[in-house]
């Protein structure tokens, strides 16, 4: 609060400045209308009124020259004012800045506010500055004090409470009403009339105080004392009122540094690691034994996520609940397979707590590990020891309990346990010491004695052993156990319980039972393979499995992530979808799946599937059967290429021509390409059959393939028809230099025929080839087309040869010659005239061949008598219509329209 003498101040400064104004207007006025009057009787010639107008005029020079002067004095009080003003003010902001660089450099709370009070009395100009904190009494302290007028604190009291003389002060007040108060003056505050003469010796005439908060709560006050009158204009408290809020800020650092260094001093000895997160995860602190368990330095986390611990072996499942519980900002309690830095896997036993701050939200994740590796390594041995044996006592009359020794306490137990003591809840055993079950003493001692005997290692029986059922009803049974050690100070045995009631039946199943897992893993022809999820790791594996892919040892597979045998990650992820459907179905089958041999070749494998029923809920067991059909493979992709390809020359047969020339004239027809499909036929190959026989001529045609196939461009497609000939197929032709195009691709394919053949024993040989060559889409759309056309074009060239020297021709130049109208004659000149003499010459086989084929058709028919009747006129019509069609088939001037 600002005091009134202050204000008052400055307004009787405002007013005098503006009367002064108006003064020296109104001389200004008066001098002005004098002049005139002065004129006026200057030019009447008046001596006296001369005179006297001459006094008056020299009295309003001299009166306005001193108002002038008075208001010049207002404006530079003003002016220096401001300037004073302007000042403080950036000493005030100066000395803030100054604090808040304090403020992180102090060691310890008592520095801290001996450094403010020194800086506020030297940079603020301030008479005296200090810091005081209430003792128990209710008296303030003076823990820090600064400036010319320290000495007014020499035997000062003052107090929070109201009720004595030193707490009826500013301070007092501040303190109680927790909000700043300003400018108070010791001469006209009333309340202050106690400290008045003190103050006064050591020229304090206004005091301000301001409340000091730590850990929300008032905790000192900041009080401040000058002897200006505007020390504590309005802007000026607003920097205070900063100041202040800094401190308290400051106390609240000091703290946390304080709490942080002695959690850290804490956490670095736990034996347990630590790690610190903000409320995005982000790390920000963690101890000794982190590093320890982990690998991983400050460096190497500090600023990342802890996912950087993940890796292929951490459970979906686990991770997904781990992150249900951050964002639920719920604590919660996990064990999962985490990688050290070094890749190693290690199980994780980890619990994370969220810190919630003073508005409700998470500012903070504090996790704990440890390191449960070895036990997890021994539950899992366990696991690996008894799981087979687990999954064959589950449909027999055989129970299984573990007892912990000395205390001989129920550990575990399983269905069957269950059952054979009458129990249907686990809790009715689970936790129970053992000797409750059993009838009396006698037995109870028999017992005690026949485990320290399995201690040391026998394998005995205890048998017609009497128990007690949970319904106090006594039973017989056979019990065994075997000693389980997992290293944790503890000793183990597990136990089986037989029903006596159903011993021979229950022997005669584990005797079949042991024998057929026997069997099983000792097979040679089907290999077996138990692999635990979700780490995928082999836990067994029989002889066959080691044979097939080539490892000696069982030591090299079990063990050992599955991935290793697999040739890349698409038969891994095979392999994993195909486990994913045997947890769904309970069994599953794959065939002819890649995995590696141990000298990296390939083998190719049938695998099936099925899943080991168990109580653990977290891991489970797959055991593979696998088949070897690396030969059935081959074969099969044997019988496939030849099912595609020739087998003479290795060149693609029809069927692969038709399926690649389907692609081409889709590609040809999406590029608005131009496509060139050429039908070859080789001359003279006939003769060389004739001569040499056709093992020559096949010799001959696997020559000719090999010279195809190197002449050829790799987008170009060969391949043959049967005997002699070939298809050429020529993609992205550029449909204005197709002829120049096609002119170079072929006479390079030409050279394939310039060298005679070489067919041993000195048969050298030469043969020519004649092609034609249609376009898609320019000459047709289909395949047959296309080929029909070819080869109608191949035959005018082979009509030709021995008046051309051309090998090869487009369709198209024998569609456009003159006269050939717009079908195309499949027959040349010189089959004409073949076929007219041949239909001349066969004129009368044609009416016997017909007469005698339908005779013997129609024999068994009513319409011939028997003893070779006279048909009748229905099948003498027939007789007659057939050698009509036979007779248009063989006649060289039948169109396709006469013959559909």
């Known amino acids: 609060m600002l005091d009134g003498k202050s204000r008052d101040g400055k307004l009787a400064t405002r007013k005098f400045g503006v009367r002064v104004k108006t003064l020296t207007s109104a001389t200004a006025v008066i001098g002005c209308a004098a002049i005139a009057v002065g004129v006026f009787y200057f030019a009447q010639g008046d001596r006296f009124i001369e005179t006297i107008f001459l006094a008056l005029l020299v009295s309003l020079l001299g009166i306005s020259i001193y108002l002038l002067g008075q208001v010049r004095k207002s404006q530079n009080e003003q002016l220096a004012l401001h300037v004073e003003h302007i000042r403080r003010l950036l000493l005030f902001n100066s000395l803030r800045a100054e604090a808040s660089r304090l403020i992180f450099q102090a060691r310890d709370e008592d520095e801290l506010f001996s450094s403010i009070c020194s800086l506020a009395a030297r940079e603020g100009n301030l008479a005296l500055a200090w810091i005081g904190v209430p003792n128990e009494s209710g008296r303030f302290d003076f823990v820090a004090s600064a400036g010319p007028a320290v000495g007014y604190l020499d035997g000062l009291e003052v107090s929070i409470d109201q009720s004595l003389p030193g707490g009826m002060g500013s301070v007092g007040r501040c303190w109680r009403a927790k909000q700043a108060i300003f400018a108070v003056d010791y001469e006209e505050n009333g309340i202050l009339a106690p400290w008045k003469a003190r103050a006064s010796q050591f020229g304090l005439k206004y005091n301000s105080v301001l409340p000091i908060y730590k850990s929300s709560s008032i905790y000192a006050v900041l009080a401040l004392y000058?002897?200006?009158?505007?020390?504590?204009?309005?802007?000026?408290?607003?920097?205070?009122?900063?100041l202040a809020d800094d401190l308290s800020f400051g106390l609240g650092w000091m703290s946390t540094i304080d709490r942080v260094e002695l959690l850290g001093q804490a956490l670095e000895i736990l034996s347990e690691g630590v790690c610190v997160s903000d409320d995005h995860g982000v790390v920000i602190f963690v101890n000794g034994a982190f590093t320890q368990i982990t690998g991983y330095e400050n460096d190497d986390v500090l600023g990342r996520s802890l996912n950087i611990l993940q890796g292929e072996g951490s459970d979906p499942e686990t991770r997904m609940k781990m992150r249900a519980a951050l964002d639920a900002a719920e604590p919660g309690n996990f064990e999962i397979l985490n990688y050290r830095k070094d890749g190693v896997p290690f199980w994780n036993s980890l619990a994370i707590t969220p810190l919630v701050g003073a508005k409700g939200m998470v500012t903070h994740f504090i996790g704990s590990m440890r390191d449960t590796t070895k036990r997890k390594e021994l539950e899992i041995e366990l696991e690996k020891t008894n799981i087979f044996n687990q999954a064959l006592l589950d449909g027999m009359t055989v129970g299984l309990s573990i007892i912990r020794y000395p205390e001989r306490q129920v550990e575990y137990v399983n269905d069957k346990a269950l059952e054979i003591f009458g129990a249907t809840e686990v809790s009715e055993l689970q936790?129970?010491?053992?000797g409750e079950f059993f009838p009396d003493d006698a037995t109870r001692y028999l017992v005690a004695s026949f485990s320290e005997s399995v201690f040391q290692g026998d394998r005995g029986v205890l048998k017609s052993l009497p128990y007690?059922?949970?319904?106090?009803?006594?039973?017989?049974?056979?019990?065994?156990?075997?000693?389980?050690?997992?290293?944790?100070?503890?000793?183990?045995?597990?136990?089986?319980?037989?029903?006596?009631?159903e011993r021979h039946k229950d022997e005669a199943k584990i005797l079949d039972l042991s024998n057929m897992r026997k069997a099983l893993l000792s097979s040679t022809v089907v290999a077996i393979g138990m692999v635990q999820y979700p780490e995928r790791t082999y836990v067994e594996v029989n002889q066959a499995f080691l044979d097939i892919l080539g490892y000696s040892s069982i030591d090299e597979v079990v063990g050992k992530v599955s991935k290793f045998v697999y040739p890349d990650n698409v038969e891994y992820g095979r392999m994993g979808a195909l486990a994913d459907e045997v947890f769904r179905n309970r069994t599953g089958s794959l065939s002819d799946l890649r995995v590696l041999s141990r000298d990296g070749g390939m083998k190719y494998v049938d695998i099936h599937g099925r899943l080991l029923e168990e109580d653990d809920s977290e891991h489970h067991i797959v055991v593979w059967t696998i088949v070897d059909v690396t030969d059935r493979h081959h074969l099969t992709e044997e019988l496939e290429r030849q099912a595609l390809f020739d087998a003479l020359t290795d060149l693609p047969n029809r069927r692969l021509l038709e399926d690649n020339l389907k692609l081409a004239i889709a590609r040809s027809k999406r590029r608005a390409s131009t496509l060139a499909v050429g039908l070859i036929d080789l001359d003279d190959f006939k003769s060389v059959n004739d001569r040499f026989g056709h093992e020559v001529g096949d010799d001959l045609l696997r020559q000719l393939a090999n010279r195809f196939r190197d002449l050829l461009r790799n987008t170009d497609l060969l391949a043959r028809l049967g005997g002699d000939e070939f298809v050429l197929v020529v993609e992205d032709l550029d449909e204005l230099q197709i002829r120049e195009q096609l002119e170079a691709i072929f006479s390079h394919l030409n050279r394939a025929i310039e060298l005679p053949f070489d067919l041993g024993d000195g048969r050298?040989?030469?043969?020519g080839m004649s092609?034609?060559?249609?376009?898609?889409?320019?000459?047709?759309?289909?395949?047959?087309?296309?080929?029909?056309?070819?080869?109608?074009?191949?035959?005018?060239?082979?009509?030709r040869k021995s008046s051309s020297d051309d090998w090869w021709r487009l369709a198209s130049f024998f569609r456009d010659q003159e006269g050939a109208g717009e079908d195309i004659d499949p027959f040349v000149a010189e089959e004409h005239r073949a076929l007219a003499l041949i239909l001349t010459q066969a004129e009368a086989e044609i009416s016997r061949f017909v007469g005698t084929f339908y005779r013997e058709l129609f024999i068994a028919d009513e319409q011939v008598a028997e003893g070779g009747a006279t048909a009748t006129p229905e099948a003498i019509s027939f007789v007659r219509r057939q050698e009509e069609k036979l007779r248009l088939l063989l006649s060289p001037n039948a169109t396709e329209a006469d013959i559909v």
Not at 226 to 242: R, T
Not at 772 to 793: E, H, N, S
């Open 431 to 434: 936790g129970h010491f053992s």
């Open 764 to 767: 050298i040989v030469k043969v």
């Open 226 to 242: 000058v002897d200006s009158e505007d020390a504590f204009d309005p802007e000026l408290q607003d920097l205070l009122v900063e």
């Open 771 to 799: 092609m034609g060559v249609t376009l898609y889409p320019q000459d047709a759309q289909d395949i047959d087309a296309l080929l029909r056309m070819a080869d109608f074009a191949m035959y005018q060239i082979k009509a």
């Open 468 to 501: 007690r059922r949970v319904d106090g009803t006594t039973g017989w049974m056979d019990m065994s156990g075997e000693y389980l050690d997992q290293g944790d100070g503890y000793r183990r045995i597990i136990w089986t319980h037989v029903d006596v009631g």
